[in-house]
T-cell receptor, first 115, second 115 residues
Framework: KAGVTQTPRYLIKTRGQQVTLSCSPISGHRSVSWYQQTPGQGLQFLFE???????NKGNFPGRFSGRQFSNSRSEMNVSTLELGDSALYLC??????????????FGPGTRLTVL | AQTVTQSQPEMSVQEAETVTLSCTYD???????LFWYKQPPSRQMILVIR??????QNATENRFSVNFQKAAKSFSLKISDSQLGDAAMYFC????????????FGTGTRLTIIP
């Protein structure tokens, strides 16, 4: 099986712009979670989507949003970029059934730099 | 809310020796999962080992083992016969039970292997 893929791998934007990142989960997985990794704040949970619905949300401002498509691919969008949004954005997929432990598999991340 | 604390920002160990990474956590739940993830310079998060809170037996995966002390809320990782490929950031993480995919991470420990 192919692993979790994220596109693009690297991105440079300027303050005030918006950006969209994409995550394709492992085939058959229905849950996609997004995490932000920065040197100062570490790894923080953004949100999780399951079957096209946001199931869980972290403590991030409304500038951060996401969605999931019927094929389980997910996108996250950040509007009005700030310098502090520079980070590695990781997505993780799992089967997400909730009936037992579902291992999360991580993608390689998208490195976003805001100038 | 869950918190995960890693008090060792950096550790180093001689190749072939044993090293222990520390982690403490706080949670109000009785059922949960604990993990150690490895993040090498490639930035790909890799699951090293998993522990279910309801299991008293400590998890073991080849050279990696944990010391899980539920009452003390302590979860340390022991790496035996350290190899150069073990050099990475190691993150301790907590996952609530029952379909909640939100991982809470510690701040990480950078492990250096000395040849």
């Amino acid at each position: 099986k192919a692993g979790v893929t994220q596109t693009p791998r690297y991105l440079i934007k300027t303050r005030g712009q918006q950006v969209t990142l994409s995550c394709s989960p492992i085939s058959g997985h229905r849950s996609v979670s997004w995490y932000q990794q920065t040197p100062g704040q570490g790894l923080q949970f953004l949100f999780e989507y399951f079957s096209e619905t946001q199931r869980n949300k972290g403590n991030f401002p409304g500038r951060f949003s996401g969605r999931q498509f019927s094929n389980s691919r997910s996108e996250m969008n950040v509007s009005t970029l700030e310098l502090g949004d520079s980070a590695l954005y990781l997505c993780a997929s799992s089967s997400g059934t909730g009936l037992s432990y579902n291992e999360q598999f991580f993608g390689p991340g998208t490195r976003l730099t805001v100038l | 809310a869950q918190t995960v604390t890693q008090s060792q920002p950096e550790m180093s160990v001689q190749e072939a020796e044993t090293v222990t990474l520390s982690c403490t956590y706080d949670t109000s739940e009785s059922d949960y999962y604990l993990f150690w993830y490895k993040q090498p310079p490639s930035r790909q998060m890799i699951l090293v080992i998993r522990q279910e809170a309801y299991k008293q037996q400590n998890a073991t995966e080849n050279r990696f083992s944990v010391n899980f002390q539920k009452a003390a809320k302590s979860f340390s990782l022991k790496i035996s016969d350290s190899q150069l490929g073990d050099a990475a950031m190691y993150f301790c993480a907590h996952l609530p039970n029952f379909g909640n995919e939100k991982l809470t991470f510690g701040t990480g420990t950078r492990l250096t292997i000395i040849p």
